[in-house]
T-cell receptor, first 108, second 113 residues
Framework: AQRVTQPEKLLSVFKGAPVELKCNYS??????LFWYVQYSRQRLQLLLR??SRESIKGFTADLNKGETSFHLKKPFAQEEDSAMYYCALGDTGNQFYFGTGTSLTVIP | DVKVTQSSRYLVKRTGEKVFLECVQDMDHENMFWYRQDPGLGLRLIYF???????EKGDIPEGYSVSREKKERFSLILESASTNQTSMYLC????????????FGQGTRLTVV
C-alpha cells in the first residue's frame, strides 16, 4: 500500500529562520514525489517535484530512498511562505496519494 | 489561464438534497479526480476516472457517485446530502503516461445544513 506521512500538522518559524517540512513515504516501486502548496484563498498548486531537482521560491527537496523521505527545506523563511503544504506520491496508475498536510506560519 | 474550473465556489444545501458538483478541464487530460479536503485529514480520494464513462472508487466513495459523459467534464453527485459531507471538495486532472503534475480546481466549499 502507498502511504504518505507528514508528522507535523502545524509548524511555526520566525522570518529568516530555516524551515523543514517533513515527509515520509512507503511505496513498493520507484516513487514520484511532489510538494504542493495552498496559499490562503488560492487553489492547490505544484511547488516542486523530485525528478526536476530544482529550487522553487527558495525551496528544495531531496528524495532519500534509504530513509524513504522527501523533506522540504528552505534556508531563510519569508512571510509569504505561510501556507498549507502537502507532500504527494504519484504512482504508475496515475493516482496521487497525499499526506495530511502541514500548515506553516512564518512569524514576522 | 484557468485550466480546471469548478462550477461553484460555495454551496449551501439541506440534508437529504441531491447535490451536483461540476468540474471542467480544458487541457484534454484523460484522468480526473474528486477529493475532499478536511483539516487534519488532508486530501482523501473519493472517485477517479481514466476515461469517458469509466470510474473507479477511491478511498471514501460511500455516499457519493460520479458521472463522466464527456472527456472534459467530471461530476460528483451526493445522492442524499448529509451533514458529515460538509467539506471542501477539490477536482483535479492529470495526463496519462509518465507521472505528471496534477492540476486542481479552486475548490467548492459545501455546507449541508
Amino acid at each position: 500500500a502507498q502511504r504518505v506521512t507528514q508528522p507535523e500538522k502545524l509548524l511555526s518559524v520566525f522570518k529568516g529562520a530555516p524551515v523543514e517540512l517533513k515527509c515520509n513515504y512507503s511505496y513498493s516501486g520507484s516513487p514520484e514525489l511532489f510538494w504542493y502548496v495552498q496559499y490562503s484563498r488560492q487553489r492547490l498548486q505544484l511547488l516542486l517535484r523530485h525528478i526536476s531537482r530544482e529550487s522553487i521560491k527558495g525551496f528544495t527537496a531531496d528524495l532519500n530512498k534509504g530513509e524513504t523521505s522527501f523533506h522540504l527545506k528552505k534556508p531563510f523563511a519569508q512571510e509569504e511562505d505561510s501556507a498549507m503544504y502537502y507532500c504527494a506520491l504519484g504512482d504508475t496508475g496515475n493516482q496521487f496519494y497525499f499526506g495530511t498536510g502541514t500548515s506553516l506560519t512564518v512569524i514576522p | 489561464d484557468v485550466k480546471v474550473t469548478q462550477s461553484s465556489r460555495y454551496l449551501v444545501k439541506r440534508t437529504g438534497e441531491k447535490v451536483f458538483l461540476e468540474c471542467v478541464q480544458d487541457m484534454d487530460h484523460e484522468n480526473m479526480f474528486w477529493y475532499r479536503q478536511d483539516p487534519g485529514l488532508g486530501l482523501r480520494l473519493i472517485y477517479f476516472s481514466y476515461d469517458v464513462k469509466m470510474k473507479e472508487k477511491g478511498d471514501i466513495p460511500e455516499g457519493y457517485s460520479v458521472s463522466r459523459e464527456k472527456k472534459e467534464r467530471f461530476s460528483l453527485i451526493l445522492e442524499s446530502a448529509s451533514t458529515n459531507q460538509t467539506s471542501m471538495y477539490l477536482c483535479a486532472s492529470t495526463r496519462t503516461g509518465a507521472i505528471t503534475e496534477a492540476f486542481f480546481g479552486q475548490g467548492t466549499r459545501l455546507t449541508v445544513v
